[in-house]
């Protein structure tokens, strides 16, 4: 091992963040980058999925309705099918926990779901228990 070595700065852990509303996407962002995270955006769940199977990343922080015809649910399955390390590394952001497809799939696998509008230590206390802290 030289110095060089010894002194490296260890990666950031890579985030994908699917968010299309740009003030949210750019407050998780900040809030994320400031903890210690790589953030990786996305503005739909359709561009988050190309990214997914293109990149790695240690973890999912994703709006549950984005535009694109591609929502949480459809996001989630394509994990658990194509990126299965990451299926128990999705953290959802959503503003219609009520809806019957939301919950569902929320109480099936147990898949962390914060409310809109919501704090940052709400944000990142699911983050770093569902992926880790950086």
């Not at 963040?17 to 903890?35: G, H, K, N, W, Y």
């Not at 996305?42 to 309705?65: N, Q, T, Y």
């Not at 989630?76 to 952001?93: C, K, Q, T």
Request: with cysteine; net charge negative; proline share 7%.
């Amino acid at each position: 091992m030289t110095v060089a070595d010894s002194t490296a700065v260890p990666a950031r852990p890579r985030i994908l963040v699917i968010e299309d509303e740009p003030s949210v996407a750019a407050f998780m962002r900040t809030a994320l980058e400031r903890r210690g995270y790589d953030v990786v955006p996305s503005p739909s769940a359709a561009e988050g999925l190309r990214l997914l199977a293109l990149s790695d990343f240690r973890g999912v922080v994703s709006d549950f309705r984005t535009p694109g015809g591609i929502n949480g649910a459809d996001l989630h399955d394509w994990v658990r099918r194509h990126r299965p390390e990451l299926a128990s590394r999705i953290v959802f952001i959503t503003g219609d926990t009520a809806s019957a497809e939301t919950i569902a799939l929320l109480a099936q696998d147990g898949t962390p779901c914060v409310e809109k509008p919501f704090r940052v230590h709400e944000l990142m206390a699911a983050v770093e228990k569902t992926i880790g802290k950086p």
